[in-house]
């Protein structure tokens, strides 16, 4: 398999409606509030899946026994492809009971009982490149649910960080030309408020249906290609991005 490693930094610009507000202080005189968001998209360096295991049978002893097998040979299946032991867990069993309507030869009605059992295994993976190789050893070793797949990155304080500062150039940079259009100038910073940055993935969900994350648009975005591998089929796995948000206040002065 060919890995292709390409350093690119592409710095995108959209402009986009933020909300400003003037206002006078007695004791600061006239402010100017203006909002500044950023997105920072990079590459992931780890991946997460959540798969299940589900079993029915009509008595709970041969559906554990049918899910611990199962549990077992997707372990064995992972652990094949060189992931650590650590890096692969498994969570306690869920069990539920249910009644099935059947009929008999004469068309009499009954009810018999099934019990389903779940579990979860929670795979950390490191190496990018064996992306799609681990789905498949885990669907073909028994997995019935690829509940979410979570694709993140070690260095996620330095890129939140990172955001905000571009944030702040946003907003700062917004002030100057509101105010220029005015004929003043701002001053120095009297508040800044910083919101819950936050970091979105492709999927995610908890066994039922697919849920994909989405980033609304930002002030600024800019993306890094740190030559993250590309997965055993040679197809990229996309960007993560992380935003942020922030509010500052400055003063607004005559020039």
């Not at 652990?79 to 249910?98: E, F, H, R, T």
């Not at 028994?142 to 260095?155: A, C, D, Q």
């Not at 002030?219 to 992380?242: C, E, M, R, W």
Request: glycine residues 6%; proline residues 2%; charged residues 20%.
């Amino acid at each position: 398999m060919k890995k292709f490693i390409n350093f690119s930094i592409l710095a995108i610009l959209t402009f986009c409606f933020q909300t400003v507000s003037f206002a006078y202080h007695e004791d600061q005189g006239p402010t100017i509030a203006v909002t500044g968001e950023a997105e920072v998209k990079v590459d992931p360096n780890e991946v997460t899946y959540n798969f299940g295991v589900e079993t029915i049978t009509e008595t709970m002893q041969a559906s554990k026994a049918d899910n611990d097998r199962i549990t077992q040979n997707v372990i064995t299946a992972l652990k094949s492809l060189k992931i650590p032991g650590d890096d692969i867990q498994a969570s306690q069993i869920n069990v539920s009971k249910y009644f099935e309507e059947r009929y008999d030869a004469q068309n009499k009605r009954y009810r018999t009982p099934t019990f389903t059992i779940r579990r979860s295994i929670i795979i950390t993976l490191k190496d990018l490149s064996l992306f799609e190789n681990v789905i498949t050893r885990a669907l073909d070793a028994g997995v019935t649910h690829v509940n979410g797949i979570n694709f993140r990155t070690t260095e996620l304080k330095k890129y939140r960080e990172e955001a905000r500062e571009i944030a702040i150039k946003a907003a700062q940079e917004k002030a100057e030309k509101l105010s220029a259009a005015l004929g003043q100038k701002v001053g120095k910073a009297t508040s800044i408020n910083s919101y819950q940055s936050g970091s979105y993935s492709w999927y995610n969900n908890l066994w039922y249906g697919w849920n994909n994350a989405s980033s609304t648009g930002s002030q600024y975005s800019v993306q890094y290609n740190t030559g993250t591998a590309p997965t055993d089929s040679g197809i990229s796995l996309g960007k993560i991005s992380i935003t942020a948000s922030v509010s500052v206040s400055f003063e607004l002065l005559e020039k």
